[in-house]
């Protein structure tokens, strides 16, 4: 059974996520020819806040209700756990909305209407997610991201280009891809039908929020870690410095579209894998397909985006590519310590993943505090791939008894490393005939050292 469940979901999740990828990265230009560096740097910044507190204000209820419904299938205990959280979350969103009305009576908050429109609906519609995937209904939390960004293009090529909205043109369509994603998800897995009064539970809302708040402080860690370097290079630096960061970011999240159609299936596999003997040899094979498939990727995706940033960005963001390794290094990091952390979740230790999470997060934001003035944008980059770094090796020391160390600290990878060092020198050496050798070179190995999923994936038979 779960086999066949992580390549179902494996191949529901790639192909759905992999058109919502392709269109961003197609609008990337769009966006870098009528924003300035300013206003895609306030964009991104706003954003960066939507991620931050979509979380606090859920106390990441999120995970709880997907860990709760993925371990029953009994229908009344579904609609406890939908019912009980769709209360406690609409009760906290209501309030959130009452908070942030009477904060901007006082305070200037930028583009203050379009940004709580896409907080409330990126918030509901996460939540919806979180139930299909719960409900086991993949393709259709795979389709909702389609929908999402085909309604976010649509949008931003109307009021870019023939209303030039700025900044406001994003966010108004932002928020109209979580509007039209959210009624997507509601008629398609019928949530209505699993809320009734009746079915709400204190007690088992109490063991909701004792498994979800330290997943609250986990999550606000990793925010720290993947984004507070934009606030801080913001604050201490300049906007436009962000939006050079974020259009690096941009491409190095081609990585990070891998990680998480892969993150998605590992989390719900490795949660129903537990319940079965043998669940190690299984997380060992996975975790050693995993680096090999991540260290040629980076490998890849390092000329791809040095070329792609030559031809289609626009010169005023053109110094982006400096970043991009960085970037993508940590991403591959971030992914590692991410697939350890849900062996927390396994073992309902959520505490776990926050110690660990903590340790890192210091180290991010003092490190960004004190090298980001000196530094400004490589400081940003490094101290959040060295971050990720130090979170993976720590939870691989605590977490040994899943993943014995033979299989990470082994010849394949010490291979890996010297093929990502000869890459990083060809990236960062000028000319064509360099860039060419580095992207053939890359492409090559890719496709040798995983032909089998690259197989697995173009016949649908993983």
Known sequence: ?????????????????????????????????????????????????????????????????????????DKEERNQVISTSFYFLSINLIFLNIFFAAIT???????????????????????????????????????????????????????????????DGLLIAYFGGSLVSSFYLLFQTKVYSYIYRKSFSSSLLSKLLVYSYPLLFDAMLWWIMNLSDRLILGYLQSPADVGIYSVANKFAALLTFINHIFYLVWQEFAILQSKQTGSSKEYRKIFSEYMKVQFTGVILLMPVSKIAIELFIDEKFISSYLFVPPLLIGAMFSAFAAFYGLFYQIEKNTLGALFTSLIAGIINVTANLLLIPIYGIWAAAITTLCSFLILWFIRVVILKRFIAYETIFSLQLFIAIIFLAMGLFLYYTEGILYQTINLFGAVTLFVYLNKKLIKGIVTRNL
């Open 105 to 167: 009576r006082f305070v200037s908050i930028p583009h203050s209407t379009w940004l709580i429109l896409y907080f409330n609906f990126y918030f509901v519609n996460f939540f919806l997610q979180r139930i299909a995937r719960g409900i086991q209904l993949q393709k259709v939390f795979a389709l909702s991201g389609i929908v999402n960004t085909l309604t976010i293009a649509a949008l931003s090529l109307v009021l870019l280009v023939i209303f030039d909205f700025k900044t």
């Open 1 to 73: 059974m779960t086999k066949e469940f992580f390549k179902k979901g494996l191949l529901f999740y790639f192909f759905g996520n992999l058109s919502s990828k392709i269109i961003t990265l197609l609008l990337l230009p769009l966006f870098t020819f009528y924003l300035s560096q300013e206003e895609y740097g306030l964009f991104d910044i706003l954003n960066t806040i939507v991620m931050l507190f979509v979380p606090i204000v859920a106390v990441q209820l999120f995970e709880g209700v997907l860990r709760f419904l993925l371990d029953t299938d």
